[in-house]
């Protein structure tokens, strides 16, 4: 008589059924360090080392007067001072006062600024202001923060750069390179541009606050980058709180069958 199987059942050992493979879950990226802010005796120090390697700042916009300065820093708005002073030398050329500025209209204005990025805008700002100037100022800047800062196109930064930069002012206006470095170096921490501008002026000593806005400045636009920090060749590296400072770039081996000195 036949033996009765059950289903399934062909005499033969089962194999055991592995499990499935668990991958073991990736690690968590570690969470950037905090710059910690950098201590107040050592402000200083860190200001020094930028005054030895720029002992005589300045700004980088062309101007003659305090008017053509306005000008510029309106027209500089998110443009790159080097694409203002290519467009200014013509407009000033034409009109190098407030009255021959409002004379000229946005349209005028616009002619010679095309170039620059938000130029219809600034155009219209441009000439609107000159005719304020004319009309409440005798064709003069005024050297006061509110009345600069209710002319068209006139905000807290370039009044500061205005008072600074025309009139010796002990002023900091806080563009995105400021506000990059005062967090990254620890210099003056802050969540808004004039949080950080209020620990500036807070933080650095008197006697070279008007300078420091253009050493920061300076420096953040040809050394402390936005994308990548060249912190290797930075003269204020030894007292920068940033954690995570850019080693030197590697040295690219000679090309082959180059002749070795």
Same mark, same amino acid.
């Given at each position: ?13 089962? @194999? ?6 668990? *991958? ?9 360090? *905090?710059?910690? &802010? /950098?201590?107040?005796? $050592? ?46 030398? &013509? ?9 021959? /500025? ?19 805008? *600034? ?22 923060? $509110?009345?600069?800062?209710?002319? !068209? ?37 802050? *969540? ?15 006697? /070279? ?5 253009? +050493?920061?400045?300076?420096?953040? @636009? ?6 990548? !920090?060249?912190? +290797? ?5 030894? +007292? ?5 400072? &850019? ?13 070795? &000195?």
């Amino acid at each position: 008589m036949r033996e009765r199987t059950r289903p399934g059942d062909n005499g033969l050992v089962p @194999r055991a059924i592995k499990p499935p493979a668990i *991958k073991p879950a990736a690690p968590k990226p570690a969470k950037p360090r *905090k710059t910690r &802010t /950098m201590p107040a005796a $050592e402000v200083r120090t860190f200001l020094d080392a930028l005054a030895r390697a720029n002992p005589a700042p300045k700004s980088e916009l062309d101007f003659v007067n305090p008017f053509t300065l306005l000008v510029a820093v309106v027209l500089s708005a998110q443009a790159t001072d080097a694409s203002v002073n290519r467009a200014t030398p &013509t407009l000033f050329a034409e009109a190098p006062t407030p009255a021959a /500025m409002a004379a000229l209209g946005a349209e005028g204005i616009g002619r010679h600024v095309r170039s620059i990025g938000l130029w219809q805008g *600034k155009a219209r700002n441009v000439a609107e202001l000159s005719r304020l100037l004319v009309e409440q100022y005798g064709g003069e800047v005024p050297r006061d923060r $509110e009345a600069l800062e209710a002319l !068209p196109g006139v905000g807290r930064k370039t009044a500061n750069v205005v008072l600074n930069v025309a009139f010796g002012e002990s002023t900091m206006a806080v563009d995105t390179h400021i506000f990059r470095l005062g967090n990254r170096t620890g210099l003056a921490p802050g *969540k808004t541009p004039r949080a950080v501008e209020d620990a500036l002026v807070r933080r650095v000593p008197a006697d /070279m606050l008007r300078n420091a806005h253009h +050493w920061l400045i300076l420096h953040g @636009r040809y050394v402390c980058k936005a994308r990548l !920090p060249e912190c +290797w060749r930075c003269v204020a590296a030894p +007292w920068c709180r940033y954690p995570a400072k &850019t080693p030197p770039p590697a040295e690219k081996p000679p090309k082959r069958g180059a002749q070795l &000195t």
